[in-house]
């Protein structure tokens, strides 16, 4: 049976999370999100002038998803961009809970590592519970941890891009050596098979947007992603087979009629 | 008195208060607030004194990945 997929402390019974931008509208969004399975979904916060519906429309049909919100810094290119952010989501969203992104660069949207620890630090003296988005580096996947992070997100690939995971040896690295530390992959996963391939890795869940959101039927993607999370998982725990060389007969060989009887 | 709301500049009155101006400018249920970059807490809208130049960013929900 599948382990207890937990995040600081609580329990989910989904390892999925996901986004809710970018869909053709919120009512698709909210039927994506529910066939997903998910629990837990990501939004932020923006200037918006108030005569504006629109906003108002999609933070209610992201609050009747009952899903637990995950407030991100998305766009922040400094820690003290990212700690105000923060602590207005908290005001608004009324959670500690934090996706902590700061942007180093502008082209690949690769996250600051440095920004990014002293921000986790700072954020999570200040009672934060900070899940940060970061690349597949070692050195600064420990630092979080160090930092106080109890969950980290480690990138497949630059957001957006659907390109899968593209650093296959650095994320074994990471998740042979953080074994006791929820790694969820965040970002760059395109396809389902993606996302169960990191499962079957060990990885403890996925979150993605884009690739659900820009599907042409997204509720259908949503559920197909779920299945594959799901497989992923059961296999990561099933244990995969050791691959090999050469051939070897699944069906038995002794009692094999004609035997040699073409040789001379 | 010269301020910005959310880019704009706009000249107010300077006996208006903080809660004031933001009811004047449609802001109501789910918003946070930040003046000059800095977090202000709900809780501090009526004693936090608006100045000239003062840079207000009013920021309300939206879906994000």
Not at chain 1, 26 to 54: C, D, F
Not at chain 1, 94 to 100: E, P, S
Not at chain 1, 140 to 147: E, F, G, H, I, S
Not at chain 2, 17 to 42: E, T, Y
Request: aromatic fraction near 8%; include cysteine.
């Amino acid at each position: 049976m599948d382990k207890a997929f937990t995040l600081y402390g609580e329990e989910f019974r989904s390892r999925f999370l996901i986004g809710s931008a970018l869909y053709p509208s919120p009512a698709i969004m909210k039927e994506a999100v529910a066939a997903s399975g998910s629990q837990i979904i990501t939004l932020s916060l923006r200037r918006q002038n108030p005569a504006q519906q629109e906003g108002r429309a999609i933070w209610d049909y992201i609050q009747q998803t009952g899903c637990k919100l995950l407030p991100n810094t998305a766009g922040c290119k400094t820690p003290k961009e990212a700690i105000t952010l923060a602590e207005m989501s908290r005001e608004i969203f009324q959670t500690d809970w934090l996706k902590l992104e700061i942007i180093g660069d502008d082209y690949n949207l690769q996250p600051d590592p440095f920004g990014l620890v002293d921000a986790a630090r700072e954020l999570i003296k200040r009672g934060f519970k900070v899940l940060p988005y970061t690349t597949d580096d070692l050195v600064v996947c420990n630092k979080l941890r160090d930092a106080g992070c109890e969950v980290i997100m480690p990138w497949g690939a630059p957001i957006g891009t659907g390109q899968g995971l593209l650093n296959k040896y650095s994320l074994r690295t990471l998740r042979e050596r953080l074994p006791d530390i929820p790694l969820i992959i965040d970002a760059g996963i395109g396809a389902p098979s993606q996302a169960c391939e990191a499962m079957e890795m060990g990885f403890d869940g996925i979150l993605l947007n884009t690739a659900v959101a820009k599907a042409q039927n997204p509720v259908l993607m949503a559920r197909a992603f779920a299945q594959a999370i799901e497989a992923g998982r059961s296999a990561y725990e099933a244990g995969l087979m050791l691959k090999r060389q050469t051939a070897s007969p699944s069906t038995p060989t002794i009692g094999m009629p004609f035997w040699h009887q073409g040789q001379k | 008195m010269d301020i910005l709301i959310n880019g704009q500049h706009i000249t107010i009155d300077t006996a208006l208060s903080l809660p004031d101006l933001l009811a004047q400018q449609g802001f109501q249920g789910s918003f946070a607030l930040a003046i000059n970059g800095d977090f202000v807490p709900k809780s501090e809208y009526a004693s936090t004194p608006l100045n000239e130049g003062d840079a207000l960013d009013v920021l309300t929900p939206i879906s994000g990945g």
